[in-house]
């Protein structure tokens, strides 16, 4: 039976397949979806920020940096080769322009440099991505064959 | 992290959840750490600016509105999605950010499914025929609008609490999507999970008998303004606050 399970906010879940990770109306935050096609196991995470603040070590779902090096060590407890692993990032979108047409770096934008940098930095090839925008997202993460499905209100639905 | 105990079986496809251990290092959420709160003071702000919220959108709509019972609750912030119909849900948002003596953040909520009968009560309907959609279904007369009745319900709201605490409150100028709730509440989360693990909610309802309109406030105090809403006192006298 396929288990299905929903991530709120500063969530970090990691699985094996026959599984699916989800994350309902993501907007500046990031999903980002780690994945080693061979052994089928993964993980996924609801990022809210791009660091934690100092001297903080609770909640390492919440921060780009901890997130990642959280999933890539539980993955690896569930099999997963860390050559093998492949990222997935969507969300980091700007919801409300409060301050339309001044050039700043959002939350959402800074989320995701974070997130992409962590990934780097883990030697984890990012493969799809689909961030940024003005609109929420729905995602669906399967951990049968590692697609990430991403829904939108205006736009439908796309498989990356 | 939790070990697994010797000898039972692993289930397939089980979704695991990273815990995170016991909370260490520096101490967070003053919502937590302090003495405990007197929620029925912030339940008499929130009605307070429900009130004042709902007298002036009903002099806008022409309309009389009722008020639902005001709340005031502190929640984990994983919950907050939760206090409006959950993350999947489509919504109508306003969304604006208070400053001043208390700072803090304002959303003003309506189900898409709301919009019909909001704008049909604010906006000529041959007025909004000629304006382009931009996108989210809306034509920038009705994008206007909308903006302008944030602006209004939230001024109005802030105003009740001014008045009652003796301190400025000043909204910034409304920033508006219609979306998921879960999306349009990252924000809120974002700025309080640097410092806090809750979210002190001050949140009311108004509603329009005939039509069934309802329109959801939500106040949700930056920490640091705690004190200012906590504990300045109520000003005497002021029983029912100035309309805008």
């Given at each position: 039976m396929t288990r299905h399970r929903s991530l709120s906010a500063g969530e970090l879940r990691v699985a094996e397949a026959p599984a699916r990770l989800s994350i309902h109306g993501l907007g500046s935050c990031v999903a980002v979806f780690i994945y080693d096609p061979a052994k089928r196991v993964g993980g996924m995470a609801h990022i809210l920020l791009p660091g934690p603040p100092r001297d903080s070590t609770d909640h390492v779902g919440r921060y780009a940096t901890t997130a990642v090096a959280a999933m890539v060590d539980e993955t690896i407890r569930l099999g997963a080769k860390p050559a093998a692993l492949l990222a997935k990032v969507t969300g980091g979108s700007r919801m409300f322009a409060y301050d339309a047409g001044k050039e700043r770096p959002t939350v959402g934008d800074k989320n995701v440099e974070a997130v992409l940098r962590a990934l780097r930095e883990a030697g984890i090839e990012i493969i799809a991505t689909d961030v940024g925008g003005d609109h929420g997202r729905t995602v669906v993460a399967d951990l049968q064959d590692g697609s990430l499905t991403i829904m939108t209100v205006r736009g439908g639905s796309k498989v990356v | 992290m939790k070990a697994r105990r010797g000898g039972r079986p692993k289930r397939r496809g089980a979704a695991r959840r990273v815990r995170a251990g016991r909370p260490r290092g520096r101490r967070r959420a003053a919502l937590r750490?302090?003495?405990?709160?007197?929620?029925?003071?912030?339940?008499?702000?929130?009605?307070?600016?429900?009130?004042?919220?709902?007298?002036?959108?009903?002099?806008?709509?022409?309309?009389?509105?009722?008020?639902?019972?005001?709340?005031?609750?502190?929640?984990?912030?994983?919950?907050?999605?939760?206090?409006?119909?959950?993350?999947?849900?489509?919504?109508?948002?306003?969304?604006?950010?208070?400053?001043?003596?208390?700072?803090?953040?304002?959303?003003?909520?309506?189900?898409?499914?709301?919009?019909?009968?909001?704008?049909?009560?604010?906006?000529?309907?041959?007025?909004?025929?000629?304006?382009?959609?931009?996108?989210?279904?809306?034509?920038?007369?009705?994008?206007?609008?909308?903006?302008?009745?944030?602006?209004?319900?939230?001024?109005?709201?802030?105003?009740?609490?001014?008045?009652?605490?003796?301190?400025?409150?000043?909204?910034?100028?409304?920033?508006?999507?219609?979306?998921?709730?879960?999306?349009?509440?990252?924000?809120?989360?974002?700025?309080?999970?640097?410092?806090?693990?809750?979210?002190?909610?001050?949140?009311?309802?108004?509603v329009e008998p005939a039509s069934g309109l309802k329109g959801s406030i939500f106040f949700l105090p930056h920490p640091s303004a705690l004190t200012v809403l906590g504990g300045e006192p109520i000003r005497p006298g002021a029983s029912r606050p100035a309309g805008p």
């Open positions: - | 750490d302090g003495p405990a709160r007197d929620m029925t003071r912030f339940h008499a702000l929130s009605e307070a600016g429900a009130r004042n919220a709902a007298t002036a959108l009903s002099q806008i709509l022409g309309r009389p509105l009722r008020l639902s019972v005001p709340w005031a609750r502190v929640l984990p912030l994983e919950k907050v999605k939760e206090m409006a119909g959950g993350p999947s849900r489509v919504v109508c948002a306003l969304s604006l950010k208070v400053y001043g003596e208390a700072r803090g953040s304002l959303l003003v909520v309506f189900g898409r499914e709301q919009l019909p009968i909001l704008l049909d009560m604010v906006v000529p309907a041959a007025w909004a025929a000629r304006s382009r959609d931009d996108g989210q279904g809306l034509s920038a007369m009705e994008r206007s609008a909308l903006m302008e009745i944030g602006n209004i319900l939230a001024c109005a709201y802030l105003n009740a609490l001014s008045h009652l605490l003796g301190v400025s409150l000043l909204p910034s100028i409304p920033g508006l999507a219609v979306d998921m709730l879960g999306a349009v509440t990252d924000h809120l989360l974002i700025e309080l999970a640097a410092i806090s693990d809750s979210a002190l909610v001050l949140a009311s309802q108004v």
